[in-house]
């Protein structure tokens, strides 16, 4: 069963430009979740989605937005970049068969770099 | 809020030796604990989940304890190899965020020198 996908993997954007990041989640998996990390933060959970619809939230501005498609693949939009955006963006996936609390499979990340 | 805090950051050790990685969090309502291993620059791989009404679980030479009531799991590997240098991070769901919503700790960097 091939793993979860994430593209592109390095990117390189300038500040105030806006970015899209994807997320192909394992075969059959309904769950995809977004998360940030950085050196200083660590990983930070950004949003969850499941069948198409966020589940859960965590605390970044507006200019982070997600959706989640009819095949369970996702996409993550920052608008305005900033230079504190620069990180490693991984996604997971996971069954959700219980509605929570599943074992997460994550994707190699794309490096985003702001300068 | 839930905190989850992974002491030391880092350690190193000699092949052969065991490690012990600890992680602590603050509120006891979770679903499960995970433990993640991350080489550099590269994505998290899931090594074992511990449900809140188990006390441990093991796979091969890895075996991770959980206790609900003092906030604390413990990651054993056993018999160290150069293989296992990487970081190990802890993650726990709660209960009333639902969904699958990670909080992490901030990850324990392991060097086993051949």
């Known amino acids: 069963k091939a793993g979860v996908t994430q593209t592109p993997r390095y990117l390189i954007k300038t500040r105030g430009q806006q970015v899209t990041l994807s997320c192909s989640p394992i075969?059959?998996?309904?769950?995809v979740s977004w998360y940030q990390q950085t050196p200083g933060q660590g990983l930070q959970f950004l949003f969850e989605y499941f069948s198409e619809t966020q589940r859960n939230k965590g605390n970044f501005p507006g200019r982070f937005s997600g959706r989640q498609f009819s095949n369970s693949r996702s996409e993550m939009n920052v608008s305005t970049l900033e230079l504190g955006d620069s990180a490693l963006y991984l996604c997971a996936s996971s069954s959700s068969l219980s509605g929570g609390g599943n074992t997460q499979y994550f994707g190699p990340g794309t490096r985003l770099t702001v300068l | 809020k839930q905190e989850v805090t992974q002491i030391p950051a880092a350690l190193s050790v000699p092949e052969g030796e065991n490690l012990v990685l600890n992680c602590s969090f603050t509120d006891s309502a979770i679903y499960n604990l995970q433990w993640f291993r991350q080489d550099p620059g590269k994505g998290l791989t899931s090594l074992l989940l511990i449900q809140s009404s188990q006390r441990e679980q093991t796979s091969g030479r890895l075996n991770a304890s959980l206790d609900k009531s003092s906030g604390r799991s413990t990651l054993y590997i056993a018999a160290s190899q150069p293989g296992d240098s990487a970081t190990y991070l802890c993650?726990?769901?709660?209960?009333?965020?639902?969904?699958?919503?990670?909080?992490f700790g901030g990850g324990t960097r392991v060097l086993v020198k051949p």
């Open positions: 075969s059959g998996h309904r769950s």
């Open positions: 993650a726990v769901t709660l209960i009333k965020a639902a969904g699958n919503k990670l909080t």
